[in-house]
Antibody
Framework: EVHLLESGGGLVQPGGSLRLFCAAS????????MGWVRQAPGKGLEWVSA????????FYADSVKGRFTISRDNSKNTLYLQMNSLRAEDTAVYYC???????????????WGQGTLVTVSS | DIQMTQSPSTLSASVGDRVTITCRAS??????LAWYQQKPGKAPNLLIY???GLQSGVPSGFSGSGSGTEFTLTISSLQPDDFATYYC?????????FGPGTKVDFK
């Protein structure tokens, strides 16, 4: 069974930075696109970012473009999200997500971690 | 960017009811649409991919249909475990976008 374990969340002041980690296991990490999805308290799901299997192509929501950077280390089975210039509206549970591509150009989200809470507040 | 809408936003139903949720895209996304179920305090769970593909392990009472801009998720006979919030996701093009969700609660 796919296992995704997020860490790195916490309380940060507006304008600050935080790095999220997602440790993956029980599947061949380097074969799959990965991404991040967030959910603000009491709100719906918001897609944040994705990266391809080899790590040379990445995509971002307009709301985080230029502030967040997704990356991966396939030798460590780990996905990252570097978050800079954090704002109060970035407060959310951040989920790590594993992609799967049955056909077509892109992968849908097949599996999710349990999430890590990021709170941006002074 | 592609915008996704869902209707209704809330649906009150009883065990045994047939339930249909609609998701619409602002432009054609072919069949690149997935459906997820989320319960409070839990991560979402994949139900349907490519508009109508049933994810392994998901009960056969769930089904999806549609193409282009209009899609539906149907629960043939609502079970107690099905009371949850449901989201659609378009993965036709980046940035991916979720619908706002449909909460299915007890009538």
């Amino acid at each position: 069974e796919v296992h995704l374990l997020e860490s790195g969340g916490g309380l940060v002041q507006p304008g600050g930075s935080l790095r999220l980690f997602c440790a993956a296991s029980e599947f061949t990490f380097s074969n799959y696109a990965m991404g991040w999805v967030r959910q603000a308290p009491g709100k719906g799901l918001e897609w944040v970012s994705a990266i391809n299997d080899v790590g040379d192509d990445s995509f971002y929501a307009d709301s985080v473009k230029g502030r967040f950077t997704i990356s991966r280390d396939n030798s460590k089975n780990t996905l990252y999200l570097q978050m800079n210039s954090l704002r109060a509206e970035d407060t959310a549970v951040y989920y790590c997500a594993k992609g799967r591509r049955e056909s077509g150009p892109y992968s849908y989200i097949e599996s999710w971690g349990q999430g890590t809470l990021v709170t941006v507040s002074s | 960017d592609i915008q996704m809408t869902q209707s209704p936003s809330t649906l009150s139903a009883s065990v045994g009811d047939r339930v249909t949720i609609t998701c619409r895209a602002s432009q054609s996304i072919s069949t690149w649409l997935a459906w997820y179920q989320q319960k409070p305090g839990k991560a979402p769970n994949l139900l349907i991919y490519k508009a109508s593909g049933l994810q392994s392990g998901v009960p056969s009472g769930f089904s999806g249909s549609g193409s282009g801009t209009e899609f539906t998720l149907t629960i043939s006979s609502l079970q107690p475990d099905d009371f949850a919030t449901y989201y659609c996701l378009q993965y036709n093009s980046y940035p991916f976008t979720f619908g706002p969700g449909t909460k299915v609660d007890f009538k």
